[in-house]
């Protein structure tokens, strides 16, 4: 059974404190790992997609890894406007669906 | 362009009452798709569409239609709500070819 794990679930960091998300995953066939940031009362925003083990891929603050079994959201010199919850997903094989991790709400303090 | 656009953004139901929510895009986008989104779990895969005319079942399916005339436009229908169907429904949209979602902002469903 296709399935993601995000840890951890919740993190607090300070201003400037850089920290990583962890993203694991099982599937067969992967069509694609894809991070969404999510606001409050929002839907997801789309952030990255890999889909090959050792690919990186860099916005702003925030760079994305991916190994054969998880990836990887660096958050270097984090703002309080980085605070949001970060949603991991995975496509698989042929099929439309997407199977979404539960996410890491991430709260920055100034 | 507008992008993803959902209605209502919130509503609230009686048990065994019927309602349609609204998803319109705006970008010629082939692809679309229904979520829900509950406390404590990730976004579940309800119906998608590759094109119009064209629709499939996602992971929990039950309860739900869906129907496709238009590039535009992909209805869900709850038939006869239930208070498990109390969630946050979210429409995304994608391109074919593309890997990227566009979500809309959601609708907020409490179903009495």
């Known amino acids: 059974e296709d399935q993601v794990t995000q840890s951890p679930e919740a993190l607090r960091l300070q201003e400037g404190e850089s920290s990583s998300l962890n993203c694991s995953y099982t599937?067969?066939?992967?069509?694609?790992l894809f991070w969404y940031r999510q606001d409050p009362g929002k839907g997801p925003e789309f952030l990255f997609t890999?889909?090959?083990a050792g690919e990186e891929k860099e916005k702003e603050r925030l760079k994305a890894t991916l190994t054969k079994k998880e990836s990887f959201l660096h958050i270097t010199a984090p703002k309080p406007e980085d605070s949001a919850t970060y949603l991991c997903?995975?496509?698989?094989?042929?099929?439309?669906?997407?199977?979404f991790g539960k996410g890491t709400k991430l709260t920055v303090n100034p | 362009n507008a992008g993803v656009t959902q209605t209502p953004k919130f509503q609230v139901l009686k048990t065994g009452q019927s309602m349609t929510l609204q998803c319109a895009q705006d970008m010629n986008h082939e692809y679309m798709s229904w979520y829900r989104q509950d406390p404590g779990m990730g976004l579940r895969l309800i119906h998608y569409?590759?094109?119009?005319?064209?629709?499939d079942q996602g992971e929990v399916p039950n309860g739900y239609n869906v129907s496709r005339s238009t590039t535009e436009d992909f209805p869900l229908r709850l038939l006869s709500a239930a208070p498990s169907q109390t969630s946050v429904y979210f429409c995304a949209s994608r391109a074919g070819g593309k890997n990227i979602q566009y979500f809309g902002a959601g609708t907020r469903l409490s179903v009495l």
């Open positions: 569409s590759v094109g119009a005319g064209i629709t």
């Open positions: 890999l889909y090959s």
């Open positions: 997903a995975v496509g698989t094989g042929g099929s439309e669906k997407l199977v």
């Open positions: 599937v067969s066939g992967l069509r694609g």
